[in-house]
């Protein structure tokens, strides 16, 4: 290994030899440029394709939450419409057997009479 690094020490440095150098460092620099750039490109598309992809995203979660509104709407319409419907059933539950006219006995008066046509008659 000595012996390598004495033989790339004693390397004349030369004009020539500096713009080979040189010349190999811009080709570098400039492929390094090159693919950078496609990179870049690359990068800035799918930048792109992601800020359409939230909005997307964005447009479905609020029309999916503007749809949640709704039925949350409609389901408190609907409970106030039973909680309207089970006072209504109770006040005709309570009406019906305010109406009922129970009889407890037939007057003496009827016995006499068809029993069927008198209550008939009574309503």
């Known amino acids: 290994m000595a012996a390598a690094s004495s033989q790339g020490d004693n390397v004349p440095v030369t004009r020539t ?5 040189f010349g190999t460092l ?3 620099f400039a492929t390094l440029k090159q693919d950078i750039t496609v990179d870049m490109k690359d990068i800035q598309l799918n930048i792109g394709d992601l800020g359409l992809w939230v909005d997307s995203l964005e ?3 609020n029309s999916q939450a503007e749809e949640l509104e709704e039925y949350h709407r409609k389901l408190l319409e609907l409970q106030e ?3 309207e419907h089970q006072y209504q059933l109770e006040d ?3 009406g019906s057997q305010c109406s ?3 009889i407890r006995g037939v007057p003496l008066q009827a016995a006499s009479e068809n029993l069927e046509d008198y209550v008939i008659r009574l309503f």
């Open 17 to 21: 030899f500096l713009e080979s150098l």
């Open 26 to 28: 811009r080709d570098d």
């Open 59 to 61: 447009q479905t979660t």
């Open 81 to 83: 419409k039973n909680v």
């Open 92 to 94: 005709l539950a309570n």
């Open 100 to 102: 009922n006219i129970c």
